[in-house]
Structure formats: structure tokens, C-alpha cells
């Protein structure tokens, strides 16, 4: 939009200048400062407009980057593209955004998780942040340690804190999970004994039982309702960006 709007405006300056000179002459400063008023209302459109285009173009290219790296993770592109748009109507309905959100999932589906599992995990891991008020940086504490218990196989000290720093009674989900108590779980960890299957597991259904119905909340409050206004909103500028994307591939063409 910038190309078409915002271009080579010399002659169109040169133009206005010209006519301001003649108004002057004809009508008198009063009509003058009105067409001051009117020119200076164009140029303010034009710069937003100019904005949105550029917004829309940027947005539109960062999904297609998130798609040519969920395509990479997933081996597939159409496989991609539906995960995208999964997470994107999660995105749009809960008080986190889409692009944290894709970050997140990037790193679950590089730690081994099946995409199929993500929106899942996503959700309880949403409601356990939401409901403890640490938001997006949060979520990426919770997700960071999943993926590294996921990566070791098994569970150990060392992320069971990570998640318990970040808010979450790990050791207690895993005690009431493995039926015993506290002390006995951080043993049987210290030796190795719990795989991590049985560890993600309990945390995860820990955090379902313990958080859930935190995004909801979270979401009638007024930064989750900004946050999905703001998702929504992106989702429209994308789709502009892609428009302008593919106009801009056709210009060129055409000059070529």
C-alpha cells in the first residue's frame, strides 16, 4: 500500500503548492487555512494507511515463516498449515497471542511431542499461567521444562523445580500420580525411577484439575479481552498481507 499510496509524490507537492499560491491569490487566507486542514487530513490517511499496509505485509510474512518452520518440524506442509490454523482459532478464543503461542508449539514439537498433542498441552499449560498471572513468559518456563523432562526420558530435580519456581505443585502432582507421598517421589526421581511419560503425564493432568477454567477467567478481564481483539484483528491484517504480498509478486512479474 505504501508502493501505491505513499510513492513518488514530488509532482503531486509541486501541484499543491501551485494551488495553494492561487487559492490565496483568489480566495484569502481563510479558505487557505481550510485547505491547509484538508491536506494535512490526507497526508494523516495516507501515513495509516501506508502503516496498515506495511503491519499487514509483515504479519502476513511471519505466518509464512511459522509455516515453512512447522512444515520443517512436521514434514509436511499441509500437516502445517492445519496445525497453524488450529492454533490460531486457540489463540483468537483464549488471553494469550498467536505468536508466543506458535513459539511455544515450535518447541514442544522439537523436544518430540506429536503435533496432535500440542493444543492439549497448550491448553493446560494456558490455564496453569493464566491462572497464576505469569502470562506468556510463564507459559514459556512450563513449556521449557515439559520439553526438557521430555528430552531426558526421565524425571529429574531439576525441572520438577523449574515448574515448582514457576508456580506448579510438580512434586505433588507426581506423589498423588505414582500413589505415594512427597519425600518417597523426590527418591525415586533422584534415582531415575519415573520415566518421563509418567512425569509429563501427572503434571499435565495436575495442572488440568488444579487450573482449569483459568483462560476463561482470565479472558473476560480486560487484557484478555484486548488480547483477543488483538488476535482477531491480526488474523484480518494477515490475510490483507497476503493480498498485498501477492499483488506486489504480480507487479513485478509484470515489469520483469
Do not use: H
Not at 69 to 77: I, P, Q, R, V, Y
Amino acid at each position: 500500500m505504501t508502493i501505491f499510496i505513499g510513492g513518488d509524490n514530488s509532482d503531486f507537492i509541486k501541484k499543491w503548492e501551485s494551488t495553494k499560491r492561487a487559492l490565496k491569490r483568489g480566495l484569502g487566507s481563510e479558505a487557505m487555512s481550510f485547505s491547509e486542514s484538508i491536506v494535512e487530513g490526507f497526508a494523516a490517511a495516507t501515513a495509516a494507511m501506508g502503516a496498515l499496509g506495511i503491519a499487514s505485509i509483515k504479519m502476513a510474512g511471519d505466518m509464512q515463516a511459522n509455516k515453512k518452520a512447522f512444515s520443517t518440524l512436521l514434514g509436511d506442509s499441509q500437516q502445517a498449515e492445519k496445525f497453524l490454523g488450529d492454533l490460531a482459532k486457540f489463540a483468537a478464543e483464549t488471553p494469550f497471542e498467536l505468536p508466543g503461542l506458535a513459539n511455544a508449539s515450535k518447541k514442544l514439537l522439537a523436544f518430540g511431542f506429536s503435533a496432535q498433542d500440542i493444543i492439549p498441552m497448550m491448553a493446560a499449560i494456558g490455564d496453569a499461567a493464566a491462572m497464576l498471572g505469569v502470562g506468556q513468559e510463564g507459559i514459556d518456563r512450563l513449556t521449557l521444562a515439559i520439553g526438557q523432562m521430555q528430552a531426558k526420558g526421565k524425571v529429574s530435580a531439576e525441572e520438577i523445580m523449574q515448574l515448582a519456581e514457576a508456580g506448579i505443585p510438580a512434586w505433588k502432582f507426581l506423589a498423588d500420580a505414582i500413589g505415594t507421598d512427597i519425600p518417597t517421589a523426590m527418591k525415586m526421581a533422584e534415582n531415575g525411577a519415573i520415566d518421563s511419560t509418567t512425569g509429563i503425564n501427572a503434571v499435565l493432568i495436575g495442572m488440568q484439575t488444579k487450573f482449569k477454567g483459568g483462560m476463561q477467567g482470565l479472558s473476560q478481564e480486560i487484557p484478555g479481552l484486548f488480547s483477543t481483539i488483538k488476535d482477531n484483528v491480526s488474523a484480518v491484517m494477515r490475510e490483507i498481507g497476503d493480498k498485498l504480498i501477492a499483488a506486489l509478486k504480480k507487479k513485478k512479474k509484470m515489469k520483469a
